[in-house]
């Protein structure tokens, strides 16, 4: 069955410390992948997305995440925690149809708190 | 950037009555948008799928009599839930598919609570 598994409910870290929020997946298909960002009362907004080539992906706001197929993984990290980015974080696989992106399966979230 | 609208932003409504949620894409037309579900602490969950012009197309175990969407024009899908009880109370989340990019745009959410 496919679905996105996000380990961390709630993760804590400094403000200037690293951070890295897990993603597992499992999908029967070549994977789509995607990180998003929900402030609370906000939509969910996109960090970033892999569908091929490079398995490190930039996105916004200086976040990163790598796509590893052996692992089946697609880890989010940031090299410095900025207060802002406290939020909620989903991990999301999804399908490509035409060039479009369809149907989206997402993590339970990761509720990152950042402390000063 | 695009922008996607949902309204109300949070409803209290009485068992047995139905409200209507819009979706509305800003600046951008959108053939297809989607509508989820997300109880707290849990995944969002895709309800249905909605194009323009055409019936929606709904996941496996989700009521479609129950859960009316209409998507009438490239920029509005509105999501009825009829007869409400209290286990629909819920956090419903559309978004909307651009159609120059491809991309999804997600609203902001509306709060359902059903009493």
């Known amino acids: ?54 398995t ?31 939020a909620e974080y ?20 990761t509720l990152l708190a950042v402390q000063p | 950037g695009a922008v996607v609208s949902q309204h109300p932003s949070r409803v209290i409504c009485k068992s047995g009555t139905s409200v209507k949620i819009e979706c509305r894409s800003l600046d951008f037309q959108a053939t297809t948008m989607f509508w989820y579900r997300q109880f707290p602490k849990q995944s969002l969950m895709l309800m249905a799928t909605s ?9 496996q175990g989700v009521e479609k009599d129950k859960f009316l969407i209409n998507h009438a024009s490239l920029t509005l ?9 209290p ?8 978004s909307a598919r651009d159609g120059r990019n491809h991309e999804q745009y997600f609203g902001p959410g509306t709060r359902l609570t059903v009493t």
Do not use: M
Request: hydrophobic share 35%.
């Open chain 1, 1 to 54: 069955a496919q679905s996105v598994t996000q380990p961390d409910i709630h993760i804590t870290v400094s403000e200037g410390a690293s951070l890295e929020l897990r993603c597992n997946y499992s999908y029967g298909a070549t994977p789509y992948l995607f990180w998003y960002v929900q402030s609370p009362g906000q939509g969910l907004q996109l960090l970033l997305k892999y569908f091929s080539g490079d």
């Open chain 1, 56 to 86: 490190l992906v930039q996105g916004i706001k200086g976040f990163e995440a790598e796509f590893k197929r052996s692992q089946s993984s697609f880890n989010l990290r940031k090299p410095s925690v900025h207060w802002s980015d406290a």
């Open chain 1, 90 to 109: 989903f991990c999301a696989v999804g399908a490509l149809y035409g060039g479009a992106t369809n149907k989206l399966i997402f993590g339970t979230g």
């Open chain 2, 51 to 59: 194009n323009e012009g055409s019936k929606a197309t709904y996941e």
């Open chain 2, 77 to 85: 899908s509105t999501l009825t839930v009829t007869s409400a009880h």
């Open chain 2, 87 to 94: 286990e629909d109370s819920s956090f419903y989340i559309c």
